[in-house]
């Protein structure tokens, strides 16, 4: 089944703790990219990759950082993470940059 | 960078009903993509329209574009108690490859059984 998988998909973790949060495809696209969905600000882009080793910033970058070393494995990186960072994480696919496929969600807390 | 906004931001209405919503945004775009979510899970892609197209159409769904006044409307027909869910739209500005989709904040519908 193609599929987009995240986990952990709850996580509570206190201020400064780094952490990992995987996201991998199953279907071979180039194009992957992390959101965070706060009420009342709808998803905002945190990073993207257009291919293995090529990443770039989104939106709200701060904070957070990626890899992409292989093409299917997209993780999100919080260093030192903040309670500002307390959010629901989406990682998403795509092909060609049109359609994305998206993930079932991570809801993170940070305290 | 742009984003899309959709109008209006809550919508309730009777099984069987039409829904309409729409978006509007602030700059050019390569093409429009409206997505469900379901409370808390992830966005399900519904439809994509590209910026030379005024309309389309997917079921129950029909999509129009207007690039002139910058706005996109998205219609639900017979609406079932399942359509339940937040809407969005996103823009591609165009930039081909960079995958930087805009979000709008999303538009709660609420169908009644």
């Known amino acids: 089944e193609a599929q987009v998988t995240q986990n952990p998909r709850y996580l509570i973790t206190v201020t400064g703790k780094k952490l990992t949060v995987t996201c991998s495809q199953n279907m071979n696209h180039e194009y992957m990219s992390w959101y965070r969905q706060d009420p009342g600000l709808g998803l905002r882009q945190i990073y993207y990759?257009?291919?293995?080793?090529?990443?770039d910033k989104g939106d709200v970058p701060e904070g957070y950082k990626v890899s992409r070393k292989e093409k299917r494995n997209f993780p999100l990186i919080l260093e030192s993470p903040s309670p500002n960072q307390t959010s629901l994480y989406f990682c998403a696919s795509s092909q060609n940059g049109d359609t994305q496929y998206f993930g079932p969600g991570t809801r993170l807390t940070v305290l | 960078s742009q984003q899309g906004e959709e109008d209006p931001q809550a919508l309730s209405i009777q099984e069987g009903e039409n829904a309409t919503m729409n978006c509007s945004y602030k700059t050019s775009i390569n093409n429009l993509q409206w997505y469900r979510q379901n409370s808390g899970r992830g966005l399900v892609h519904l439809i994509l329209?590209?910026?030379?197209?005024r309309e389309k159409h997917s079921g129950r769904l029909r999509v129009t574009l207007d690039t002139s006044k910058k706005s996109s409307s998205l219609l639900i027909t017979a609406s079932r108690a399942a359509d339940t869910a937040s809407y969005f739209c996103a823009t591609d500005p165009g930039a081909y490859g960079n995958n930087r989709l805009a979000f709008g904040k999303g538009n709660q519908v609420v169908v009644i059984p």
């Open positions: 329209i590209r910026s030379n197209e």
């Open positions: 990759s257009m291919n293995v080793e090529v990443t």
